[in-house]
Protein backbone atom coordinates (compact mmCIF):
# COMPACT_ATOMS: atom_id res chain seq x y z
CA UNK A 1 0.00 0.00 0.00
CA UNK A 2 2.89 2.34 0.96
CA UNK A 3 4.69 1.60 -2.51
CA UNK A 4 1.26 2.74 -4.56
CA UNK A 5 0.41 5.77 -2.90
CA UNK A 6 4.49 6.50 -3.79
CA UNK A 7 3.69 5.77 -7.58
CA UNK A 8 0.36 7.86 -7.68
CA UNK A 9 2.28 10.49 -5.52
CA UNK A 10 4.65 10.58 -8.46
CA UNK A 11 2.11 10.39 -11.50
CA UNK A 12 1.42 13.83 -13.13
CA UNK A 13 -1.79 14.13 -14.76
CA UNK A 14 -2.05 16.37 -17.96
CA UNK A 15 -5.18 17.98 -19.76
CA UNK A 16 -6.16 16.42 -23.44
CA UNK A 17 -4.63 17.85 -25.72
CA UNK A 18 -7.09 20.46 -27.75
CA UNK A 19 -9.40 18.75 -30.93
CA UNK A 20 -7.17 18.83 -33.97
CA UNK A 21 -9.77 20.08 -36.24
CA UNK A 22 -9.97 23.74 -34.17
CA UNK A 23 -6.56 24.59 -35.15
CA UNK A 24 -6.02 27.27 -38.13
CA UNK A 25 -9.55 27.29 -38.29
CA UNK A 26 -9.73 30.67 -38.50
CA UNK A 27 -9.46 32.17 -41.94
CA UNK A 28 -5.53 33.89 -42.62
CA UNK A 29 -6.15 36.97 -45.08
CA UNK A 30 -2.96 37.71 -47.05
CA UNK A 31 -2.05 41.34 -46.82
CA UNK A 32 1.29 42.87 -49.12
CA UNK A 33 2.39 46.06 -49.01
CA UNK A 34 2.12 47.71 -52.48
CA UNK A 35 6.11 49.79 -51.35
CA UNK A 36 7.63 46.95 -50.37
CA UNK A 37 8.06 43.44 -52.40
CA UNK A 38 5.73 40.35 -51.40
CA UNK A 39 8.49 38.10 -52.86
CA UNK A 40 10.38 36.25 -49.89
CA UNK A 41 14.17 36.41 -51.86
CA UNK A 42 14.60 39.75 -52.85
CA UNK A 43 18.13 40.00 -55.09
CA UNK A 44 20.00 42.57 -55.47
CA UNK A 45 20.25 44.27 -58.73
CA UNK A 46 17.07 43.06 -59.30
CA UNK A 47 15.84 46.42 -60.83
CA UNK A 48 18.36 46.60 -64.15
CA UNK A 49 15.78 46.72 -66.54
CA UNK A 50 14.23 50.29 -65.20
CA UNK A 51 18.32 51.42 -64.54
CA UNK A 52 18.78 50.90 -69.02
CA UNK A 53 16.17 52.31 -69.31
CA UNK A 54 17.03 55.58 -66.79
CA UNK A 55 20.26 55.73 -68.81
CA UNK A 56 19.24 55.96 -72.51
CA UNK A 57 17.29 59.26 -71.83
CA UNK A 58 20.07 60.85 -70.33
CA UNK A 59 21.97 59.98 -73.15
CA UNK A 60 19.92 61.05 -75.26
CA UNK A 61 19.60 64.89 -73.47
CA UNK A 62 23.05 64.95 -73.60
CA UNK A 63 23.50 64.08 -77.19
CA UNK A 64 20.29 66.80 -77.65
CA UNK A 65 21.89 69.49 -75.69
CA UNK A 66 25.22 68.76 -77.81
CA UNK A 67 23.88 69.35 -80.87
CA UNK A 68 21.56 71.96 -79.51
CA UNK A 69 24.68 74.37 -78.51
CA UNK A 70 23.39 77.82 -77.46
CA UNK A 71 26.42 79.37 -76.44
CA UNK A 72 27.47 79.68 -80.45
CA UNK A 73 23.94 79.21 -82.55
CA UNK A 74 22.00 82.22 -80.30
CA UNK A 75 24.91 84.06 -79.23
CA UNK A 76 24.73 83.76 -75.72
CA UNK A 77 21.56 84.16 -75.24
CA UNK A 78 21.51 81.54 -72.81
CA UNK A 79 20.54 79.88 -69.37
CA UNK A 80 23.10 78.86 -67.05
CA UNK A 81 25.97 80.14 -69.04
CA UNK A 82 28.93 78.55 -67.58
CA UNK A 83 27.60 75.38 -69.10
CA UNK A 84 28.88 76.54 -72.22
CA UNK A 85 27.87 74.48 -75.11
CA UNK A 86 25.44 72.71 -72.90
CA UNK A 87 23.31 75.87 -71.89
CA UNK A 88 19.88 76.13 -72.02
CA UNK A 89 17.93 78.64 -74.44
CA UNK A 90 15.40 81.34 -72.53
CA UNK A 91 13.05 80.80 -70.53
CA UNK A 92 10.49 82.43 -73.13
CA UNK A 93 11.80 79.91 -75.50
CA UNK A 94 11.95 77.03 -73.70
CA UNK A 95 10.26 76.70 -69.39
CA UNK A 96 12.00 73.27 -68.91
CA UNK A 97 15.69 74.15 -69.32
CA UNK A 98 16.20 72.67 -72.67
CA UNK A 99 16.90 72.72 -76.43
CA UNK A 100 15.45 75.05 -79.21
CA UNK A 101 12.28 73.50 -81.39
CA UNK A 102 14.67 73.30 -84.40
CA UNK A 103 17.06 71.06 -82.26
CA UNK A 104 14.13 69.02 -80.93
CA UNK A 105 13.20 69.05 -84.67
CA UNK A 106 16.36 67.73 -85.68
CA UNK A 107 17.26 64.98 -83.15
CA UNK A 108 14.32 63.49 -83.67
CA UNK A 109 10.74 64.64 -82.41
CA UNK A 110 7.70 64.47 -83.89
CA UNK A 111 5.70 66.71 -85.85
CA UNK A 112 3.16 66.21 -88.58
CA UNK A 113 5.63 67.49 -91.97
CA UNK A 114 8.10 65.03 -90.76
CA UNK A 115 5.48 62.01 -91.19
CA UNK A 116 3.64 62.87 -93.71
CA UNK A 117 5.49 64.48 -96.62
CA UNK A 118 8.39 63.19 -95.46
CA UNK A 119 7.59 59.54 -93.72
CA UNK A 120 10.71 60.03 -91.31
CA UNK A 121 9.68 56.22 -89.61
CA UNK A 122 12.64 56.94 -87.47
CA UNK A 123 11.27 59.65 -85.60
CA UNK A 124 8.84 56.80 -83.97
CA UNK A 125 11.85 55.50 -82.00
CA UNK A 126 13.51 58.73 -81.10
CA UNK A 127 10.45 60.38 -80.08
CA UNK A 128 10.14 57.77 -76.95
CA UNK A 129 13.49 59.16 -75.74
CA UNK A 130 13.87 62.79 -76.04
CA UNK A 131 12.90 64.97 -73.25
CA UNK A 132 11.87 68.87 -73.96
CA UNK A 133 14.24 70.12 -70.87
CA UNK A 134 15.98 69.16 -67.79
CA UNK A 135 13.14 69.73 -65.49
CA UNK A 136 10.94 67.40 -67.35
CA UNK A 137 13.54 65.03 -67.46
CA UNK A 138 13.75 65.06 -63.80
CA UNK A 139 10.32 64.58 -63.23
CA UNK A 140 9.73 62.32 -66.25
CA UNK A 141 12.57 59.67 -64.43
CA UNK A 142 11.66 60.35 -61.11
CA UNK A 143 8.03 58.68 -62.18
CA UNK A 144 9.83 55.81 -63.93
CA UNK A 145 11.82 55.01 -60.91
CA UNK A 146 8.92 55.35 -57.99
CA UNK A 147 6.44 52.97 -60.72
CA UNK A 148 8.51 51.02 -62.35
CA UNK A 149 11.13 49.71 -59.60
CA UNK A 150 8.25 48.61 -57.48
CA UNK A 151 6.27 46.55 -60.69
CA UNK A 152 9.95 44.95 -61.45
CA UNK A 153 10.40 43.66 -58.09
CA UNK A 154 6.81 42.01 -58.13
CA UNK A 155 6.61 40.34 -61.61
CA UNK A 156 10.52 40.61 -63.11
CA UNK A 157 11.92 42.65 -65.66
CA UNK A 158 10.07 40.58 -68.34
CA UNK A 159 6.69 41.81 -68.05
CA UNK A 160 7.77 44.90 -67.40
CA UNK A 161 9.67 45.07 -70.38
CA UNK A 162 6.88 44.30 -72.86
CA UNK A 163 4.76 46.38 -71.04
CA UNK A 164 7.31 49.30 -71.43
CA UNK A 165 8.14 48.94 -74.98
CA UNK A 166 4.20 48.22 -76.14
CA UNK A 167 3.06 51.71 -74.26
CA UNK A 168 5.39 53.65 -75.99
CA UNK A 169 4.53 51.94 -79.08
CA UNK A 170 1.27 52.29 -78.61
CA UNK A 171 2.03 56.10 -77.09
CA UNK A 172 3.45 57.19 -80.33
CA UNK A 173 1.04 55.73 -82.30
CA UNK A 174 -1.89 58.13 -80.94
CA UNK A 175 0.49 61.07 -80.71
CA UNK A 176 1.13 60.65 -84.20
CA UNK A 177 -2.57 60.71 -84.96
CA UNK A 178 -3.01 64.01 -83.30
CA UNK A 179 0.09 65.76 -83.75
CA UNK A 180 0.65 69.07 -85.40
CA UNK A 181 2.89 70.90 -86.79
CA UNK A 182 4.89 72.24 -83.47
CA UNK A 183 7.68 69.49 -82.34
CA UNK A 184 6.60 67.23 -79.74
CA UNK A 185 8.55 64.97 -77.60
CA UNK A 186 6.78 62.00 -75.88
CA UNK A 187 9.01 60.40 -73.05
CA UNK A 188 5.95 60.09 -70.89
CA UNK A 189 4.42 57.47 -73.12
CA UNK A 190 6.31 54.66 -71.43
CA UNK A 191 5.80 56.21 -67.77
CA UNK A 192 1.88 56.32 -68.40
CA UNK A 193 2.31 52.91 -69.32
CA UNK A 194 3.68 51.57 -66.26
CA UNK A 195 0.78 53.85 -64.47
CA UNK A 196 -1.75 52.10 -66.04
CA UNK A 197 -0.41 48.66 -65.60
CA UNK A 198 0.47 49.62 -61.83
CA UNK A 199 -3.14 50.97 -61.38
CA UNK A 200 -4.73 47.20 -63.07
CA UNK A 201 -2.68 45.36 -60.69
CA UNK A 202 -3.70 47.36 -57.88
CA UNK A 203 -7.39 47.27 -58.69
CA UNK A 204 -7.09 43.48 -59.17
CA UNK A 205 -5.53 43.02 -55.97
CA UNK A 206 -7.61 45.13 -54.79
CA UNK A 207 -7.93 43.30 -51.07
CA UNK A 208 -4.39 41.90 -50.88
CA UNK A 209 -2.67 44.92 -49.65
CA UNK A 210 -3.12 47.00 -46.65
CA UNK A 211 -1.83 50.47 -48.02
CA UNK A 212 -4.30 50.69 -50.98
CA UNK A 213 -5.43 54.08 -50.50
CA UNK A 214 -1.53 55.70 -50.10
CA UNK A 215 -0.54 53.68 -52.92
CA UNK A 216 -3.91 55.09 -55.41
CA UNK A 217 -3.15 58.65 -53.80
CA UNK A 218 0.47 58.18 -54.97
CA UNK A 219 -0.53 56.98 -58.49
CA UNK A 220 -2.72 59.68 -59.05
CA UNK A 221 -0.41 62.26 -58.10
CA UNK A 222 2.55 61.42 -60.08
CA UNK A 223 -0.41 61.26 -63.42
CA UNK A 224 -1.65 64.75 -62.52
CA UNK A 225 2.10 65.86 -62.13
CA UNK A 226 3.15 64.71 -65.37
CA UNK A 227 -0.19 65.72 -67.12
CA UNK A 228 0.52 69.22 -66.32
CA UNK A 229 3.95 69.15 -68.09
CA UNK A 230 2.42 67.96 -70.97
CA UNK A 231 0.22 71.43 -70.98
CA UNK A 232 3.71 72.97 -71.53
CA UNK A 233 5.12 73.44 -75.32
CA UNK A 234 6.49 70.26 -76.71
CA UNK A 235 5.75 67.82 -74.11
CA UNK A 236 2.91 65.25 -75.67
CA UNK A 237 -0.35 64.68 -73.69
CA UNK A 238 -1.43 62.36 -76.24
CA UNK A 239 1.65 60.14 -76.06
CA UNK A 240 0.79 60.04 -72.22
CA UNK A 241 -3.08 59.10 -72.63
CA UNK A 242 -2.44 56.16 -75.24
CA UNK A 243 0.81 54.26 -72.95
CA UNK A 244 -1.97 54.93 -70.26
CA UNK A 245 -4.35 53.00 -71.54
CA UNK A 246 -2.10 50.05 -72.92
CA UNK A 247 -0.79 50.07 -69.49
CA UNK A 248 -3.97 49.05 -67.99
CA UNK A 249 -5.15 46.89 -70.59
CA UNK A 250 -1.57 45.19 -70.44
CA UNK A 251 -1.75 45.26 -66.92
CA UNK A 252 -4.51 43.30 -66.59
CA UNK A 253 -3.24 40.86 -69.05
CA UNK A 254 -0.18 40.21 -67.32
CA UNK A 255 -0.14 41.51 -64.06
CA UNK A 256 -3.13 40.77 -62.63
CA UNK A 257 -3.17 37.75 -60.04
CA UNK A 258 -5.97 35.32 -58.43
CA UNK A 259 -6.56 36.24 -54.76
CA UNK A 260 -8.12 32.50 -53.99
CA UNK A 261 -4.58 31.01 -55.55
CA UNK A 262 -2.61 33.56 -53.16
CA UNK A 263 -4.90 32.85 -50.27
CA UNK A 264 -4.88 28.97 -50.60
CA UNK A 265 -1.09 28.87 -49.20
CA UNK A 266 -2.27 29.34 -45.75
CA UNK A 267 -6.10 27.82 -45.52
CA UNK A 268 -7.66 24.57 -46.06
CA UNK A 269 -5.10 22.52 -43.68
CA UNK A 270 -6.25 21.23 -40.17
CA UNK A 271 -10.08 21.30 -40.91
CA UNK A 272 -12.58 19.56 -39.87
CA UNK A 273 -13.99 17.77 -42.96
CA UNK A 274 -11.15 18.33 -45.22
CA UNK A 275 -11.24 16.68 -47.87
CA UNK A 276 -14.95 18.00 -48.80
CA UNK A 277 -13.61 21.74 -48.33
CA UNK A 278 -10.56 20.65 -50.29
CA UNK A 279 -13.02 19.71 -53.36
CA UNK A 280 -15.67 22.71 -53.39
CA UNK A 281 -12.47 25.32 -52.96
CA UNK A 282 -10.66 23.47 -56.20
CA UNK A 283 -13.74 24.13 -58.20
CA UNK A 284 -14.07 27.84 -56.90
CA UNK A 285 -10.38 27.99 -57.95
CA UNK A 286 -10.92 26.17 -61.37
CA UNK A 287 -13.83 28.58 -62.15
CA UNK A 288 -11.74 31.71 -60.83
CA UNK A 289 -8.52 30.58 -63.18
CA UNK A 290 -11.04 30.10 -66.70
CA UNK A 291 -12.83 33.21 -65.53
CA UNK A 292 -9.66 35.11 -65.92
CA UNK A 293 -8.78 33.53 -68.64
CA UNK A 294 -11.34 34.51 -70.63
CA UNK A 295 -11.52 37.73 -69.09
CA UNK A 296 -7.24 38.02 -70.47
CA UNK A 297 -8.18 37.24 -73.76
CA UNK A 298 -10.98 39.73 -74.18
CA UNK A 299 -8.55 42.34 -72.92
CA UNK A 300 -5.52 41.46 -75.20
CA UNK A 301 -7.43 41.31 -78.25
CA UNK A 302 -8.82 44.53 -77.25
CA UNK A 303 -5.62 45.86 -77.10
CA UNK A 304 -4.90 44.65 -80.12
CA UNK A 305 -7.70 46.44 -81.72
CA UNK A 306 -7.03 49.84 -80.82
CA UNK A 307 -3.50 49.39 -82.40
CA UNK A 308 -4.78 48.01 -85.20
CA UNK A 309 -6.85 50.35 -85.61
CA UNK A 310 -4.68 53.54 -84.64
CA UNK A 311 -1.86 52.31 -87.38
CA UNK A 312 -4.69 52.16 -89.89
CA UNK A 313 -5.47 55.60 -89.41
CA UNK A 314 -2.25 56.50 -89.54
CA UNK A 315 -1.17 54.50 -92.87
CA UNK A 316 -4.31 56.93 -94.28
CA UNK A 317 -3.23 60.00 -93.10
CA UNK A 318 -5.81 60.68 -90.92
CA UNK A 319 -5.53 63.49 -88.86
CA UNK A 320 -7.81 63.17 -85.55
CA UNK A 321 -7.48 66.96 -85.42
CA UNK A 322 -10.06 67.53 -87.96
CA UNK A 323 -12.72 65.12 -85.98
CA UNK A 324 -12.16 66.61 -82.48
CA UNK A 325 -11.61 70.54 -82.41
CA UNK A 326 -11.58 70.33 -78.53
CA UNK A 327 -8.86 67.65 -78.18
CA UNK A 328 -5.96 70.59 -79.00
CA UNK A 329 -6.69 71.32 -75.55
CA UNK A 330 -5.86 68.00 -73.82
CA UNK A 331 -1.94 68.82 -75.09
CA UNK A 332 -2.09 72.79 -74.36
CA UNK A 333 -3.36 75.33 -72.50
CA UNK A 334 -3.47 78.74 -74.68
CA UNK A 335 -1.30 81.74 -73.19
CA UNK A 336 0.18 84.56 -74.49
CA UNK A 337 3.62 82.92 -75.19
CA UNK A 338 1.86 80.00 -77.50
CA UNK A 339 -0.81 79.11 -79.06
CA UNK A 340 -3.00 75.31 -78.99
CA UNK A 341 -3.61 76.77 -83.18
CA UNK A 342 -1.82 75.34 -85.84
CA UNK A 343 -1.74 77.95 -87.61
CA UNK A 344 1.36 79.21 -90.09
CA UNK A 345 3.61 81.89 -89.00
CA UNK A 346 5.96 84.20 -91.30
CA UNK A 347 8.30 86.79 -90.52
CA UNK A 348 9.27 89.98 -92.23
CA UNK A 349 13.60 89.62 -92.24
CA UNK A 350 15.21 93.21 -92.00
CA UNK A 351 19.26 93.73 -92.21
CA UNK A 352 20.23 97.00 -91.68
CA UNK A 353 23.92 97.65 -91.08
CA UNK A 354 25.18 95.21 -88.36
CA UNK A 355 21.38 94.45 -87.00
CA UNK A 356 18.74 92.06 -88.30
CA UNK A 357 14.96 93.03 -87.41
CA UNK A 358 12.73 90.53 -87.04
CA UNK A 359 8.76 91.45 -87.55
CA UNK A 360 6.24 88.80 -86.96
CA UNK A 361 3.27 89.89 -89.73
CA UNK A 362 0.44 88.22 -87.63
CA UNK A 363 0.64 90.62 -84.50
CA UNK A 364 3.49 93.15 -85.64
CA UNK A 365 5.68 92.63 -82.97
CA UNK A 366 9.52 92.88 -83.80
CA UNK A 367 12.74 92.23 -81.93
CA UNK A 368 16.18 93.51 -83.25
CA UNK A 369 19.54 92.03 -83.05
CA UNK A 370 23.05 92.95 -82.90
CA UNK A 371 24.24 90.85 -85.51
CA UNK A 372 23.21 89.50 -88.85
CA UNK A 373 24.64 85.68 -88.92
CA UNK A 374 22.13 83.74 -88.03
CA UNK A 375 20.79 80.78 -89.40
CA UNK A 376 17.55 80.15 -90.96
CA UNK A 377 16.46 77.32 -88.01
CA UNK A 378 17.38 79.72 -85.54
CA UNK A 379 15.17 82.42 -87.38
CA UNK A 380 12.06 80.09 -87.05
CA UNK A 381 12.55 79.62 -83.53
CA UNK A 382 12.95 83.27 -82.81
CA UNK A 383 9.78 83.95 -85.20
CA UNK A 384 8.19 81.23 -82.96
CA UNK A 385 8.15 83.27 -80.15
CA UNK A 386 7.51 86.87 -81.46
CA UNK A 387 4.22 85.53 -82.82
CA UNK A 388 3.53 83.49 -79.38
CA UNK A 389 3.59 79.89 -81.55
Known sequence: ????????????????PPPFFLENIQEQKVVLSFFKSCHRRRRQGDTWLISIFLI?????????????????????????????????????????????????GEVGALRRTFLIEHQQTWRFFAFQCLHAGLIHLVINLGSVVFVGAHLEREFGPLMVGIIYLLSSFSGTLMAALFVQNKPAVGSSGPLYGLLGAALSELIWNWRMYIDKFTALASLFLVCMINLALGLLPY???FSSLGGFIAGILLGSVLLCSSQIEQNSQNNGKGVLFEH???????????KQKL????????????????????????????????????????????????SCEDRVISCETMVSKAELTLTCLSNGKFKVFPYTNISRPRINDICSVICGY
Request: glycine content about 4%; some cysteine.
Open 235 to 237: VDN
Open 291 to 338: DMSILRTLTLVLYCVICTGCLVALLRGIDMNDYCNWCRYIDCVPTKRW
Open 276 to 286: SENKRFTKLKL
Open 56 to 104: LPIIAFLVTMFVNDCWRKSHADCVVKPLGRFSFQPLSENPFLGPSASTL
Open 1 to 16: MAETSILETQIEIKPP
